[in-house]
């Protein structure tokens, strides 16, 4: 999926759309400043690989050439962040203070709730708005990506990690086969591997590594027993494809979908049908009035996000919200500062963003007596760090309303002074502005 420019540069930029512009230069990459946590910023080419859905950062070498050093991928992205808000950033505080905000930008990625950034300076607001505008399209792009082309990008990162000169051998692949728990002998291996070695070179390009992957997930021993008997057997009447008929049966009868229920379609004509399965398998010489499924694509869409049980009317809010507060569930966050136990891990700010883009709509904040008058947030009578009060309700203002609309309770566990009661109200209210409900409302 890479994409090349030939003949003159200028006129084929011209040619095309705006996005597509913008990945082309990521893909050449740009000079970017890299801030890490234990060690001083350092120069970097940052680039992406659009093939694979990576972002990549190599080192300069004075003879011009790139070394890799890291990745991530864009499927783990969570956020995009423009300013310099990571403590990357204040690790380093007299770096920081020579790059322009608007030239920074923080990608926040992880699976887990406590995610990890990296931290770029650009070289100019141009390239720094280059970046954002791209990564927040194929962000997007990559986590609605049909599952075959997920795998596909998968099966290429795994591909160009043992690859070398372009091609894999045998040691490599018995070296990936834990990846994919898959168990096979030796000699199995081997009678697969030369099957699958159209070159007889004793080594696999790409194309001849993902049918090999292929035999090995989905063997065509194992084909008939996911088609064995009269009752599966009736949706692929040639053992080698599922037709457009074949699908829609199946769709009607085993997965009992109706015209409304937003999935395959089912219920509904040959033609929707026939759309949702060329939209599915994206195949150009496929593209026609009754398209079909290959065997291992139709096993590949039971497994999918397309065939996901998730009713796709339930997208949007479809409840009635006209009723009082107290008769709904609400989504609550407990100790909403703390990233690890409640004993001695770090409290953060970060964790209050990652709750309310989850979709939080009560958080707690528990506060203690602080010094210059403005209390504290962490959890009392333990080792957990402390982070300053005004810094939580500055980012929960930025967050709250990003993934929902819907009011936010901030469930505060009062522990402070008169004083600084006062000053929390003060502050509050300077910060929300009119955000704050202060006064009773009519029913």
């Known amino acids: 999926m890479s994409f090349s420019i030939g003949g003159s540069g200028t006129s084929c930029l011209a040619a095309l759309g705006e996005m597509e512009q913008i990945i082309c230069q990521l893909e050449r990459g740009t000079l970017i400043q ?42 783990e992205v969570k956020e995009v962040r423009l300013g310099k808000k990571s403590k990357d950033f204040e690790k380093w505080p007299e770096e920081a203070k020579k790059s322009e905000p608007r030239k920074c930008f923080v990608i926040l990625h992880g699976n887990d709730f406590k995610l990890r950034t990296v931290s770029i300076v650009a070289f100019s607001e141009k390239e720094a708005d280059m970046w954002l505008k791209g990564l927040k399209y194929l962000i997007s792009d990559t986590i609605t990506s049909p599952y075959w082309l997920q795998i596909e990008r998968w099966l290429r990162r795994e591909f160009y990690l043992m690859e070398a000169n372009g091609t894999a ?44 992957y292929q035999r090995l997930i989905l063997p065509p021993t194992a084909l008939p027993e996911y088609f064995d008997g009269i009752r599966m057997a009736t949706y692929s009447q040639n053992g080698q494809t599922v037709t457009l008929q074949e699908f829609r049966r199946f769709l009607t009868k085993e997965q009992q979908e109706d015209e409304g229920n937003g999935g395959g379609g089912g219920g509904q004509s040959e033609e929707v049908v026939a759309k949702f399965i060329n939209d599915y398998i994206q195949d150009p010489a496929r593209d026609v009035s009754e398209p079909y499924l290959r065997l291992h694509e139709f096993i590949d869409f039971l497994f999918s996000r397309q065939n996901e049980i998730w009713d796709k009317r339930c997208d949007t809010v479809y409840q009635d919200m006209t009723r009082p507060l107290a008769h709904y569930w609400i989504s609550s966050s407990h100790n909403t500062y703390l990233t690890g136990d409640q004993f001695s891990s770090e409290s953060s700010v970060e964790a209050y963003a990652r709750a309310l883009r989850m979709g939080c709509r009560c958080i707690e904040l528990d506060c203690w007596d602080g010094p210059d008058n403005m209390p504290l947030i962490f959890h009392g009578h333990t080792f957990t760090t402390r982070i300053k009060f005004m810094d939580v309700i500055r980012t929960i203002k930025e967050h709250a309303f990003i993934t929902s609309d819907y009011p936010l309770i901030l469930s505060i566990e009062q522990n402070c002074s008169l ?21 009773p409302i009519d029913k």
């Open 34 to 75: 890299k801030f890490y946590p234990r060690k001083r910023p350092e120069k970097k080419t940052l680039m992406l690989r659009r093939e694979t859905r990576q972002i990549i950062w190599s080192s300069v070498q004075t003879n011009g050439r790139s070394n890799y050093e890291g990745s991530l991928e864009l499927r």
């Open 169 to 212: 051998s045998l040691k490599d692949i018995r070296s990936f086969l834990p990846k994919i728990n898959c168990k096979i002998s030796t000699a199995k291996l081997n009678d697969v591997f030369h099957e699958v070695d159209t070159r007889r070179r004793n080594e696999l390009g790409f194309d001849d590594f993902t049918r090999l």
């Open 419 to 439: 004083t600084q009661q006062r000053r929390m109200a003060q502050a509050m209210q300077e910060v929300f502005g009119e955000m704050l409900l202060t006064q």
